[in-house]
């Protein structure tokens, strides 16, 4: 089992530009989160999903959008970068009703 | 909306002694978990402990261990005979029972625990 897995671990983005995180787990999980920390802080949820197809927004959506086609599978869009968007961002899955388990994270800079 | 928070940003313990960190959360759920997550400088989170609300007995594992106090809406996390490895920020969390956890965690600000040798 890999568990959650998140690529890129890095990325460095200039304002204005798009990118895909990705984020894959291998536990069958039915949820799957995506959070934001940024520095000094504790996490951030932005988006987060029951089941294929399905998805809601989280505390702090804006900017970013997700999509779920697979119980795999759980990407996290963004568009029009801003340097507001510069934090570490993390992907988690669960079974309904038990403990989330989380990637390794993203640190994203967006310039 | 459900709050947590942590009050010390950073604390202080030498090596083989007890620290406890705290934590309060406002809420008007009567049903949920809490948690407490330790992530070391590689960023990964980990999960230390978690309690769930209608459970009067504070959990343990090994050396770690919490003290609920669900009217005061306070849970503290004391960790005993402290190693190196357990330098960390700690993050407290909070998350709803209805609905299994669909909606996610609520996250305090963190403690920043410091390990002397």
């Known amino acids: 089992n890999a568990g959650v897995t998140q690529t890129p671990k890095f990325r460095i983005l200039k304002i204005g530009q798009s990118m895909t995180l990705q984020c894959a787990q291998d536990m069958n999980h039915n949820y799957m989160y995506w959070y934001r920390q940024d520095p000094g802080m504790g996490l951030k949820l932005i988006y987060y999903s029951v089941g294929a197809g399905i998805t809601d927004k989280g505390e702090v959506p804006n900017g970013y959008n997700v999509s779920r086609s697979t119980t795999e599978d759980f990407p996290l869009r963004l568009e029009l970068a801003a340097p507001s968007q510069t934090s570490v961002y993390f992907c988690?899955?669960?079974?309904?009703?038990?403990?989330?388990?989380f990637g390794p994270g993203t640190r994203l800079t967006v310039l | 909306a459900q709050t947590v928070t942590q009050s010390q940003p950073e604390m202080s313990v030498q090596e083989a002694e007890t620290v406890t960190l705290s934590c309060t959360y406002d809420t008007s759920e009567s049903d949920y978990y809490l948690f407490w997550y330790k992530q070391p400088p590689s960023r990964q989170m980990i999960l230390v402990i978690r309690q769930e609300a209608y459970k009067q007995q504070n959990a343990t594992e090994n050396r770690f261990s919490v003290n609920f106090q669900k009217a005061a809406k306070s849970f503290s996390l004391k960790i005993s005979d402290s190693q190196l490895g357990d330098a960390a920020m700690y993050f407290c969390?909070?998350?709803?029972?209805?609905?299994?956890?669909?909606?996610?965690?609520?996250f305090g600000k963190g403690t920043h625990l410091i390990i002397q040798p």
């Open positions: 969390a909070y998350r709803k029972f209805e609905g299994g956890g669909a909606d996610g965690l609520t």
């Open positions: 988690a899955s669960s079974q309904a009703g038990e403990t989330q388990f």
